[in-house]
């Protein structure tokens, strides 16, 4: 039996109607970094689920044990493939997507830390470290502040932002910053410009890679909360977001700025632990679950 | 040792600071007052600002006389430029604290803010 159909379904069922119905929810704002997790799971299922279809289109009759003993002789563990498994094309699919979705990665994440280190060459001269404020300050009219994730990161505050802003609001800016850093945000962001790049107009990639940037905001957002007033998140949100756009600085993303200053104002509920337990597990199964059908196929 | 960048930033610092062309040698005398370095080593780096294009130079008797290409405030603006233009892929590179919004965007916030109750403290 071909159980090529059911992965092509199962594909778009996660690729088409997952985002929709994650999209509806509510319970991302309560979770962010949950939200991430299931998001990428949907990612990694999809992406299993199309590897599988793309075997079983070009090796009918194979199914994952097969795949399975095929690797191991490749890889020089087991016998002789029998001549049932053939030339293993579904074998060529699998590495095919594989290598994609690694040079996918890579290839974003080499060319942002290109861009962060020639900015950083800059930035080191022009800017001030102010042990203070555990921050560099560059001398600019305009009130901003970013970060520069990754080895040797910089937050980097303009010295509008420090005259605009209160000593309590400059440190909450500063505490989501480091939020980005220590959470590694700029490699989670890589992953999903990867999937975004290997599946142009698929909408859970569309999708993915739109909310996974709102979504590791909140989860900053909520560990600068954990140190910073509320009041004090919120007035520097407004304050930043509201300056003068720069020449050329289209502000596309306001309305994300929105969600989050509401989000913040009026906290959501936190998640219910049972909530949190389930929407896990449904993360963790995600994936497998095209294997589970591939296995019940062959047995079929 | 410290680092290649630091020393840069170190002799970068002081010609934005005095605003006129400068010796090595001058630039040398003022760091020792804080920690000893090398008239080599700044003399090197100050050479490797010259070629990244940081630096220009003109020989003036033995010596030769180095002054900044732009000034702080010129890097400084593209720097911001850079971070918070429009590029498309800046966003794994630089993570922003917020995106600028526009004058509708901000009306509709300060109704959202009015709307929680908290509009007066903004």
């Known amino acids: 039996m071909n159980a090529a159909p059911a992965f092509l379904g199962y594909a778009a069922a996660v690729g088409v109607l997952a985002p929709r119905l994650l999209l509806r929810s509510s319970w991302p704002q309560r979770a962010p970094l949950l939200a991430v997790a299931v998001w990428f799971a949907l990612a990694a299922s999809f992406s299993v689920c199309v ?19 095929s690797c191991r002789a490749a890889l020089g563990l087991g016998g002789e493939p029998d ?23 890579a290839f974003h994440a080499v060319r942002a830390y290109a861009a962060r ?4 060459d800059v930035l080191d001269k022009v800017g001030r470290p102010s042990a203070r404020l555990r921050a560099t300050v560059v001398d600019h009219a305009e009130p901003a502040a970013y970060c520069l994730p990754g080895r040797r990161p910089r937050v980097v505050v303009s010295s509008g932002a420090v005259d605009a802003l209160s000593h309590d609001e400059l440190g909450a800016v500063v505490e989501h910053e480091r939020a980005h850093i220590h959470g590694r945000h700029h490699l989670v962001l890589a992953a999903a410009h990867a999937f975004a790049w290997i599946f142009p107009g698929l909408p859970l990639a569309r999708h993915l890679r739109e909310q996974i940037p709102l979504l590791l905001e909140m989860a900053a957002d909520d560990r600068a909360l954990r140190r910073s007033p509320q009041n004090a998140l919120a007035t520097a949100m407004f304050t930043l977001a509201s300056g003068r756009a720069p020449r050329g600085a289209l502000a596309v993303g306001g309305e994300t700025v929105l969600i989050r200053l509401k989000r913040v104002l009026v906290p959501p509920r936190s998640a219910h632990p049972a909530l949190r337990c389930t929407v896990g597990t449904g993360a963790l ?4 679950l095209p294997v589970l059908l591939t296995c019940h196929a062959g047995l079929g | 040792m410290r680092r290649l960048g630091e020393l840069e930033a170190e002799i970068m610092d002081r010609l934005w600071t005095w605003d006129r062309p400068a010796t090595v040698r001058e630039i040398v005398d003022d760091i020792n007052r804080r920690r000893p370095a090398a008239y080599t080593t700044v003399m090197t780096v100050a050479t490797i600002l010259y070629d990244k294009g940081w630096l220009t130079r003109r020989k003036q008797g033995q010596a030769w006389l180095y ?3 732009r000034s702080r405030e010129a890097y400084s603006a593209a720097l911001m430029e850079d971070a918070l233009g429009a590029s498309r892929d800046r966003s794994a590179a630089l993570v922003h604290f917020v995106e600028r919004m526009t004058d509708e965007e901000v009306a509709a916030l300060r109704e959202a803010l009015r709307a929680t109750g908290r509009g007066g403290e903004l």
Do not use: E, N
């Not at chain 1, 094309?89 to 996918?104: C, E, I, K, S």
């Open chain 1, 51 to 69: 590897q599988l279809a793309a075997a079983h289109l070009t090796t009918p009759g194979a199914h994952l044990h097969g795949i399975l003993y």
């Open chain 1, 83 to 105: 001549a049932a498994t053939g030339p293993s094309w579904g074998l060529v699919a699998l590495v095919v997507l594989a290598a994609a979705h690694l040079t996918g990665f």
């Open chain 1, 117 to 120: 280190a020639r900015h950083r």
């Open chain 1, 285 to 288: 199964m995600a994936p497998l």
């Open chain 2, 67 to 69: 002054t900044p290409v």
